[in-house]
């Protein structure tokens, strides 16, 4: 089962009811919205694939992996555990959207699916809206960049003027909250 392509032929074909999935697959990465995740662990995946009365394909599985992200404030690679069921069928492009109204729907052109591609669909709504290095992580600084959690900089000490934190191209609305 290399790169997680699982071929539906005997399915199809009805000389099995379902296909059992149970494996551990090591990928570099796995994409989503335009990111690449570098993997800090195999994808995990225990499951099946089977046809109802229906002859819907219905795919369940557990998933398990670490991938890597950056901390959202201090842009820091961060270990995120994900794991998670994919719970949903597998159709063609012309498939009726209301009769898997309460499922996600995975399309499929081929005879083979995909597994890893399955995966980063479902990203979607595993992936943690932040992810942080630390709860107390202290970010960067607005003004030079330094990580805050590592040194200290400079700025915060020559920030007691008021008048030095002010962009140049806003300075002249300071002058229309003075009092006269």
Known sequence: MKNMIISLNELNKRETGKIDLNFSQKIDNISYCDNTYKLASPISLIGKISKN???????RADVDFT????????????????????????????????S????????????????VKIIEQTLDFNLPQKVLCDEDCKGLCPKCGTNLNKETCSCSETASDEDDNIDPRFAKLKDLFKND
């Not at 009365?53 to 795919?59: G, M, N, Q, R, S």
């Not at 109204?101 to 005879?111: G, K, M, N, R």
């Open 100 to 115: 898997f109204e309460d499922y996600d729907a995975f399309i499929i052109d081929t005879d083979e699916v995909d597994l």
């Open 53 to 59: 009365a229906k002859d819907e394909v219905h795919l």
């Open 67 to 98: 991938l890597i992200d950056n901390c959202s404030r201090c842009l820091e690679p961060v270990e995120v555990p994900m794991s998670y069921t994919i719970d949903g069928f597998l159709v063609s492009e012309d498939f009726d959207e209301d």
